[in-house]
């Protein structure tokens, strides 16, 4: 179910059910792009139309933060809980693992996402990670990473760029990647890389 929180649409979806969404995507196999919704970027969508825009043309949009919960709520649509996106991240690596999803990280500062693939494959041994690449690319670079995240062919791209670039960023590019799903996780390489 969609909830409609100040003209920005938000999926009554709680964690698990979200997963389940992700890998209908990935069966479908077409480009899907899923926003962590906060509710800084609530706020800036108020005065960015481009922004909402982009937000209500998403495949699927989450609650992330207490904030968007509560207007939920108070305007009578409750949505389930907080799904935010390194929460998001975690369950699905965890799934990935099971089901062989390939898994593929851009963004954060040059290493972070190496080191963060490390952490997670000590944890989920059997992990797929197609490919890294860090999210200060010169221009004259973006033809290479854009090539290299096509032919790692993976079915889930994490872009670690902070909200709401990373946003732009997928929407930018998703069609000539052609990855299943694409999603925003602002800073969780970070948090992952520890
Ligand atoms: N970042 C990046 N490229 C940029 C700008 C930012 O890779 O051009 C990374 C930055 O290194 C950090 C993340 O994006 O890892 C932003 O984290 P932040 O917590 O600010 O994002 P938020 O969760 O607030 O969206």
Redesign the pocket.
Known sequence: MKVNVLGTRVDALDTEQVVQEIARFIAEGNPHQVVTL?A?ILYRAQRDQALKELINTADLVTPDGAGVVWAARRLKQPVPERVT?IDLMYRLVKEAERTGWRLFLF???PG?AEEAARNLKKNYPKLQIAGTF???PASNEEEALLSKIRQARPHILFV????P??EYWIRRHMQELNVPVSI???????VIAG
């Not at 670690?160 to 909200?163: P, Y």
């Open positions: 906060n800084e996106g963004g954060a500062a972070v860090h999210g200060y670690a760029l902070g909200a670039r990373q925003g996780v602002g800073g969780s390489f970070d």
